[in-house]
C-alpha cells in the first residue's frame, strides 16, 4: 500500500519561509509525478507545482518566483518564500505512480496546514 507522509508545515509571518517534505513509501514501482496541491476555506483543491519523471515542472502562477518544488527519489519539497496571507491552506502531497508495470494510481496524503500571519 502506496503512502504519502508530509511534514513542515505550520505558522509563519507575512514575507517568511516555510519547507513542505513529503516521503512516499510502500509499493512504488515507478513514479511518474509528484507535486503539491493546496485548499484554502471555501475553495477547491489547487495545485501548487508539480514536478514529473522527466524533470519537468508547473507551477501556479502564484507560486511562480516564491515556490520551488525538488524532488529526490520518493521524496518531494516544497520550498516557500515571501509568503502571504493568502497561502494559508491546508497542503497536500500528491504522487501519480506505477505499483505494477501496469497497475498505477494517483495517491494523495492527509494534509499539512500552513498558515501566514502576523
Known amino acids: 500500500q502506496v503512502q504519502l507522509m508530509e511534514s513542515g508545515g505550520g505558522l509563519a509571518q507575512p514575507g517568511g519561509s516555510l519547507t513542505l517534505s513529503c516521503a512516499a513509501s510502500?509499493?512504488?514501482?515507478?513514479?511518474?509525478?509528484m507535486g503539491w496541491y493546496r485548499q484554502a476555506p471555501g475553495n477547491e483543491r489547487e495545485l501548487v507545482a508539480s514536478?514529473?519523471?522527466?524533470?519537468g515542472y508547473n507551477y501556479a502562477d502564484s507560486a511562480k518566483g516564491r515556490f520551488t518544488i525538488t524532488r529526490e527519489n520518493k521524496n518531494v519539497y516544497l520550498r516557500m518564500s515571501s509568503l502571504k496571507p493568502e497561502d494559508t491552506a491546508v497542503y497536500y502531497c500528491?504522487?501519480?505512480?506505477?505499483?505494477?508495470?501496469?497497475?498505477?494510481?494517483?495517491?494523495w496524503g492527509q494534509g499539512t496546514q500552513v498558515t501566514v500571519s502576523s
Open positions: 514536478v514529473n519523471a522527466g524533470g
Open positions: 510502500g509499493s512504488i514501482f515507478r513514479v511518474v509525478a
Open positions: 500528491n504522487m501519480y505512480a506505477y505499483e505494477s508495470a501496469t497497475r498505477h494510481d494517483v495517491y
